[in-house]
């Protein structure tokens, strides 16, 4: 199956197209705006603009079977590359972590997908694709979920993508919707802090971020009265730095955080001798027993080698190969829930030194 990576040279797109390259009936082209000078050996580089007016014609032109957009940020994207996806009779899968986009996904573009007869998936990432299938394996075990948190702690000197880090700033002082105590309330990013306790990666201080979870989780799992996100940077100076400025932009000062992504990000290297290559995920469930009692499982998961950013790939690449094998006969546009299962988030944990554990205690 011919598979077009946009983004194919970057952060996560690179990876996706090394991890694929070798796959038996899969064909990589790596998309970007201008042609690498060095790709892996199995990958074809091919230039393609998402902002040319002619790109729905030149990715039709590649004929497609499956389009992975890998070019970031999200949070101001519309769906041009979904739809010219769709409308090239390709499938479909971003690795979408903006709010509005995974969440409106489905009502956008559904119709279209089904009568294309493709399947089309956005967030197929670190969230909600990896979240979600944490949280369905305890979700199963238990007649009912009360309360979901969620933080991922990144090791400082693990690479880090310019899209990634804009997308992390333009919510940092701004205000959004969370689900806590059973009601909607205020939270503002890059602020509500609370220390965390990562099995792997140690205790951080933490701070709200605004991701599709927090809107699609209360929707998948009915009952649950708080959805939180978190995420915690390894070293003290980088969070307290970005947590003021973010205070700053809550308090009216007009810092312009994602124009600084670039410099910001070059200033994050200069103190990555002070950091460790080792990075974590924690989700933790407030579950019901049978018997009315109550638990809290914490789901922990630990990155080595700087390997953290394999993560965020691993969601799309076991779709694609999935849909290469023919394995997927769902049609349709829907954020990427329900499609892997932890098991076989599992298997792709084995290729890197990513190991996971469980902890249950009652609360």
Excluded at 136 to 148: E, K, L, N, Q, T
Excluded at 232 to 259: K, N
């Amino acid at each position: 199956m011919r598979t077009v990576v946009i983004g194919g040279h970057g952060n996560f797109g690179a990876r996706i197209c090394g991890a694929l390259a070798g796959d038996e009936g899969i064909e990589i082209l790596a998309a970007g705006r201008r042609r690498a000078a060095a790709h892996p050996a199995g990958v074809e580089a091919v230039t393609l603009d998402i902002a040319s007016p002619r790109f729905p014609d030149e990715l039709a032109a590649l004929r497609p079977g499956v389009v992975i957009h890998c070019a970031g940020p999200f949070q101001d994207q519309d769906y041009a590359v979904a739809s010219a996806a769709i409308a090239a009779n390709a499938h479909y899968i971003d690795l979408a972590d903006g709010r509005r986009f995974v969440s409106n996904f489905s009502a956008a573009l559904d119709g279209a997908a089904r009568a294309a007869g493709v399947l089309a998936v956005s967030g197929a990432s670190t969230l909600p694709a990896l979240s979600s299938a944490v949280i369905d394996g305890i979700a199963a075990r238990f007649p009912s979920v009360r309360g979901i948190w969620i933080a991922i702690a990144p090791g400082q000197r693990a690479p880090r993508g310019a899209a990634t880090i804009t997308g992390v700033l333009s919510y940092a002082g701004r205000s959004f919707q969370w689900l806590s105590g059973g009601r909607w309330s205020d939270a503002w990013g890059w602020q509500e802090l609370m220390r965390v306790s990562f099995a792997g990666a140690g205790v951080r201080w933490a701070a709200a971020c605004d991701v599709p979870d927090l809107e699609l989780l209360p929707a998948r799992y009915a009952g649950t009265r708080t959805v939180e996100f978190r995420a915690a940077l390894e070293l003290g100076i980088q969070h307290f730095g970005l947590w003021l400025a973010a205070a700053l932009r809550r308090a009216g000062v007009p810092v312009p955080l994602e124009r600084w992504a670039g410099r910001l990000d070059r200033l994050a290297s200069l103190l990555d001798r002070f950091g460790s290559d080792r990075g974590g995920m924690l989700v933790s469930v407030a579950v019901e027993r049978e018997n009315g009692s109550r638990a809290l499982i914490e789901w922990h998961l630990t990155a080595e080698a700087s390997h953290g950013p394999e993560i965020p790939c691993m969601a799309a690449i076991l779709l694609a190969r999935k849909l290469a094998r023919g394995e997927l006969g769902e049609r349709g546009a829907f954020p990427c829930m329900g499609l892997i299962s932890l098991d076989e988030f599992e298997s792709e944990f084995k290729r890197w030194r990513i190991s996971t554990l469980i902890r249950e205690s009652p609360i």
